[in-house]
């Protein structure tokens, strides 16, 4: 119970600071979910995030990206 809790944490915390798009098609997206089930269903591929010249995969690392841009010490 606590990992979905901490998965719909996160989820709302990209919510709030990311606009959530496929990169290939611009396709809007709810969670990081539907996000990863589009690219394997559309794309035929993992899907992620890009960000400066980077790929996220996972949720957490997205999180933790975009919670740096907002705090540059937040991963020291």
Request: include cysteine; hydrophobic fraction near 35%; charge should be positive.
């Amino acid at each position: 119970m606590a990992k979905l809790a901490l998965i719909a944490e996160m989820d709302e915390y990209i919510a709030q600071n990311s606009e959530l798009s496929c990169c290939l098609c611009k396709q809007q997206l709810t969670d990081f979910l539907q996000l990863r089930k589009h690219f394997r269903e559309q794309h035929k591929c993992e899907g992620y995030m890009t960000c400066c010249n980077s790929r996220f995969l996972k949720r957490s690392l997205w999180v933790d990206h975009l919670k740096m841009h907002r705090d540059p010490d937040f991963l020291k």
